[in-house]
C-alpha cells in the first residue's frame, strides 16, 4: 500500500505564509508528478501547482508568483510554499501524486492525500 501524508495547514492572515509538506510511503519503487491540487466549499477541486521527478514546475495562473512548489526525491516528499495569502486561497489542500509501485504487481497507480485546510482570514 502506499499512503500521502500532509502537513501544515492552518489559519493565517491575508499576507501571510504557510508552508505543505507531503511525504508518501509504503511499496514505493518511484515517484513521478507529484501535485498540489485545492478544493473551496462549493467549488469543483483544481490544480494549484505540480512538478515532475526532473523538476519541471507547473503553476496555476492564480498562484503564479506567490506560491513554490518543490520535491525531495529521495524522501518521496513533496512541498508547497505559500506566500502572500489571500482569502481566496481558503480551501482543502490535498496532495497527488504517481507512483511505481509493488502492490502485488509493480505497476503506475495515482494516489491523493486525505488533505490539509488552509484558512486564510483576518
Known amino acids: 500500500q502506499v499512503q500521502l501524508v500532509e502537513s501544515g495547514g492552518g489559519l493565517v492572515q491575508p499576507g501571510g505564509s504557510l508552508r505543505l509538506s507531503c511525504a508518501a510511503s509504503g511499496s514505493i519503487l518511484k515517484s513521478y508528478t507529484m501535485g498540489w491540487h485545492r478544493q473551496a466549499p462549493g467549488k469543483e477541486r483544481e490544480l494549484v501547482a505540480s512538478?515532475?521527478?526532473?523538476?519541471?514546475?507547473t503553476y496555476a495562473d492564480s498562484v503564479k508568483g506567490r506560491f513554490t512548489i518543490s520535491r525531495d526525491n529521495a524522501k518521496n516528499t513533496v512541498y508547497l510554499e505559500m506566500n502572500s495569502l489571500k482569502l481566496e486561497d481558503t480551501a482543502v489542500y490535498y496532495c497527488?501524486?504517481?507512483?511505481?509501485?509493488?502492490?502485488?504487481?509493480?505497476?503506475?497507480?495515482?494516489?491523493w492525500g486525505q488533505g490539509t485546510q488552509v484558512t486564510v482570514s483576518s
Open positions: 512538478i515532475t521527478s526532473g523538476g519541471t514546475t
Open positions: 497527488n501524486a504517481d507512483v511505481l509501485s509493488r502492490i502485488g504487481t509493480i505497476g503506475l497507480r495515482n494516489y
